[in-house]
């Protein structure tokens, strides 16, 4: 069955950096696109990146541009996601998710999420 | 960016009745549509694609529709594990955008 499983969170000070790992399993990683999606405790879901199967092409939110590096091993079935500089309003649970349809299409849907990794910014 | 309005922010159904979620988009999204449920503490669920198709294993009573600008999410006749928050998603124009949700309580 496919598995998502979100790491690397955890408290982190203000300007400081964090990357986050999720780990795939059950299915051909290298073959889909893949999303990172994060929410603020207590609010909505904030879309944030996307990479293609190969790696060759990512798309971020505006507001995170210059600040994100979305990447994928796909010899180790795992994505990443390197977030520098971070603000308070970082503050989240980042969920990697996988594209609904394995091939090109990066911007079709999530169908299968991780259970997620809370990232506190914090002094 | 495109900015999803859902309404109304929270809605109240006895089980048994139906529920009607509306969704708007600030410019046509043509049927780039996606529909998701969040219960507390879980991860969000795929329900609608492409406005009006099924994810896998969602339950019939799940129904999308609309096209361009305005759509709706109906549960016809809603059980008590339907509550939840239903958030909507535009996949037309990046960047990809979330409504604010609505949460559904069962009377």
């Known amino acids: 069955q496919v598995q998502l499983v979100e790491s690397g969170g955890g408290v982190v000070q203000p300007g400081r950096s964090q990357r986050l790992s999720c780990a795939a399993s059950g299915f051909t990683f290298s073959s889909y696109p893949m999303h990172w999606v994060r929410q603020a405790p207590g609010k909505g879901l904030e879309w944030v990146a996307v990479?293609?199967?190969?790696?060759?092409?990512?798309y971020s939110a505006d507001s995170l541009k210059g600040r994100i590096t979305i990447s994928r091993d796909n010899s180790k079935n795992t994505l990443y996601l390197q977030m520098n500089s971070l603000r308070d309003e970082d503050t989240a649970v980042y969920y990697c998710?996988?594209?609904?349809?394995?091939?090109?299409?990066?911007?079709?849907?999530?169908?299968?999420w991780g259970r997620g990794t809370l990232v506190t910014v914090s002094s | 960016e495109i900015v999803m309005t859902q309404s109304p922010a929270a809605l109240s159904v006895s089980p048994g009745e139906r529920a009607t979620l509306s969704c708007r988009a600030s410019?046509?999204?043509?049927?780039?549509f996606a529909w998701y449920q969040q219960k507390p503490g879980q991860a969000p669920r795929l329900l609608i694609y492409g406005a009006s198709t099924r994810a896998t294993g969602i339950p019939v009573r799940f129904s999308g529709s609309g096209s361009g600008t305005d759509f709706t999410l109906t549960i016809s006749s809603l059980q008590s594990e339907d509550s939840a928050v239903y958030y909507c998603?535009?996949?037309?124009?990046?960047?990809?955008?979330f409504g604010g949700g609505t949460k559904v309580e069962i009377k």
């Open positions: 998710a996988r594209v609904l349809q394995e091939g090109t299409q990066l911007w079709l849907p999530p169908d299968y």
């Open positions: 990479i293609s199967k190969d790696g060759d092409y990512e």
């Open positions: 410019q046509g999204v043509s049927s780039n």
């Open positions: 998603q535009q996949y037309s124009y990046w960047p990809l955008t």
